[in-house]
């Protein structure tokens, strides 16, 4: 009987663990991801910057003009609204709060700011990330 009681408590104790350890996983990419994308705006590559998000028509992007559905109309705004490099300028991310929300949802909250020529600007996200087939993508971005 202590055996039993002893194998269910280490394997109850080794649950916990793996358990902990996999939330450092997403969180990891998560963070490589958002790095990955200040590089590629830093560059002015918004096409390198959309690799985060996910690529479907059901992608939310909600900024001051309210809200966009769908990757291509969310790139075609950024292309419009960030025409060339005095636009996008240098970005910085702030993370305030990476939690998980499920095994497969995670929220980043933040801040953001541009330097450059064409006047420096901030503001605060929110990003939903989802693990799609095996990826995570921002699947729903709340921009102010």
Same mark, same amino acid.
């Given at each position: 009987?202590? !055996?039993? =009681?002893?194998? &269910? $408590? $280490? $394997?109850? #104790?080794?649950?916990? &663990? ?5 939330? #450092?996983?997403?969180? !990891?990419?998560?963070?490589? &991801? @958002?790095?990955?994308? +200040?590089? #590629?705006?830093?560059?002015?590559? &918004?096409? #390198? ?9 059901? @992608? $939310? ?10 990757? +291509? ?10 025409? /060339? ?5 240098? *970005?910085?991310?702030? *993370? *305030?709060?990476?939690?998980? *929300?499920?095994?497969? @949802? %995670?929220?980043? @909250?933040?801040? %953001?700011? =541009? ?11 929110? =990003? =939903?990330?989802? !693990?799609? /087939?095996?990826? %995570? ?8």
């Amino acid at each position: 009987m202590k !055996k039993q =009681l002893f194998c &269910i $408590l $280490l $394997l109850t #104790a080794f649950g916990g &663990i793996s358990y902990s350890f996999g939330q #450092a996983g997403p969180e !990891k990419q998560i963070r490589k &991801i @958002l790095k990955e994308q +200040t590089e #590629a705006w830093n560059r002015s590559d &918004i096409d #390198a910057f959309m690799k985060g998000y996910w690529n479907n028509d059901s @992608l $939310l992007f909600v900024g001051k003009n309210g809200p966009t559905y769908g990757f +291509t109309n969310t790139l075609n705004n950024y292309k419009k609204n960030y025409p /060339n490099k005095d636009y996008m300028g240098q *970005l910085n991310f702030t *993370l *305030l709060e990476v939690k998980p *929300l499920s095994k497969q @949802l %995670w929220m980043v @909250l933040g801040k %953001w700011e =541009l330097t450059r020529n064409a006047g420096n600007v901030s503001g605060h996200y929110t =990003l =939903l990330f989802k !693990k799609i /087939n095996g990826v %995570w993508v921002i699947i729903m971005d709340h921009s102010s």
